[in-house]
């Protein structure tokens, strides 16, 4: 029995019945993330129908909250939203609000707990330096002795950003195992957004807003779906020709190399392995995030998903996060952006801007990390390209 979701009402379809309503639509939207959910929000208010479709059963997509034990979690790793675009923070702030969560991860390696991102309380703990001064000389000489000049790769990056001691306890582990390669095969460009401070300030986020939205991610998408009718537990692929015939257009967010049969050969990725448990404990580590930068380490965090909202339930749910080389069937997480994949990607952006009847979108069909706000920002612009006319 496959679960259909019309609006905000729940129905069930009973073996037999027909997987896809008759009726014509305006849009289908494949996927129930957060760029379709906007797009759906934008033109059911100029009066558009909507069928949104998700071969997951829950919508939200990778923001989806599980609630476990009155515990919103995070079931695809920690969402924390910030931006420093005002227009986007009273967007999202129309349908919920937001609580005041700070994103301070702390980095344990080996036992040994520092604070990120890298700033003077992290310097100080290091080196014992007390001054800014202090520090900049600190990673100068480092840099100097590393003769690191012109950064061509990861590791000549981090050691240029902030010397040989940070990069080999606080990068160099973490890196190569979120990335399954060595720190010296991956691009520059991938280090270049870590923030560095030379003040003790552990926000992590240099952006103006920042926050949780109280009640979990699922109070947003549910608001921006409604209206649509949703089909959960289905496939796009399984279902093409009759589902496309339900529209006039389709918005897709899925892989882009998926949509057109892998003409020029498949994009890579890298995906997650995620193990949780319900602790029968109020607090385990203290704190929302805690990095593992060693490579003996199997994980690369720990998530506590109550320390998100401030939570003081009885119980806690921890979250161990595995990055895992990515095969067909697997959960895509981050587009591996090298020269090769990047070339592909254009060959298949070539041919996804002579579909007339197609508008592509989010990380996957652009094959672009997005953090949050980003996805957003470019769902408004694509429905702004879309109704400009009306």
Known sequence: ?????????????????????????????????????VFVYEATKRG???????????????????????????????????????????????????NRYTNSPVANYNG?????????????????????????????????????????????????????DIYAK???????????RSAT???????KRLPVRFTYDNNYFNDKYQGIPIGGYNVIIEKMLEGADIHLNTDFFSNRDELEAQADKVVFTGMIDEYFNYRFGKLEY???????????????????????????????????HKHFEFGNQEKTVITKEYPVDWKQGDEPYYPIN???????????????ENQEKVIFGGRLAMYKYYDMHQVIGAALTTVENEFKQN
């Open 112 to 164: 040994e707990i520092y604070n990120l991102p890298f700033n003077m309380n992290t310097f100080n703990k290091l080196w014992e330096v007390r001054t800014p001064q202090e520090a900049k000389k600190k990673i100068e000489e480092q840099k100097n002795e590393a003769g690191v000049k012109e950064p061509k790769n990861l590791e000549e990056q981090a050691i240029s950003l902030v010397g040989t």
């Open 270 to 304: 890298r995906s997650l392995k995620f193990e949780s448990e319900l602790l029968d404990i109020d607090n385990y580590q203290g704190n929302a995030v805690i990095n593992y930068t060693d490579r003996g380490t199997p994980y690369t965090r720990i998530i506590e």
């Open 338 to 352: 090298d020269s090769k994949n990047n070339e592909v990607y254009k060959k298949y952006k070539n041919l996804a």
């Open 48 to 98: 558009k129908k909507c069928l949104v479709i998700d071969r997951r059963s829950h919508i939200g997509g990778n923001v989806y909250c599980e609630n476990i034990e009155g515990i919103n979690v995070h079931k695809y790793g920690a969402h924390i939203f910030h931006t420093s675009n005002k227009s986007i923070w009273d967007y999202v702030n129309q349908f919920v609000e937001f």
């Open 1 to 37: 029995m496959d679960l259909v979701i019309f609006g905000d009402k729940i129905n069930h379809l009973e073996k037999g019945e027909e997987n896809v309503v008759t009726k014509k639509y305006d849009y289908l939207i494949v996927g129930a993330g957060l760029f379709g959910s």
């Open 185 to 191: 095969e991956l691009p520059a460009f991938i280090i």
């Open 170 to 180: 606080l990068i160099k582990g973490y890196t190569e195992k979120q990335w399954g």
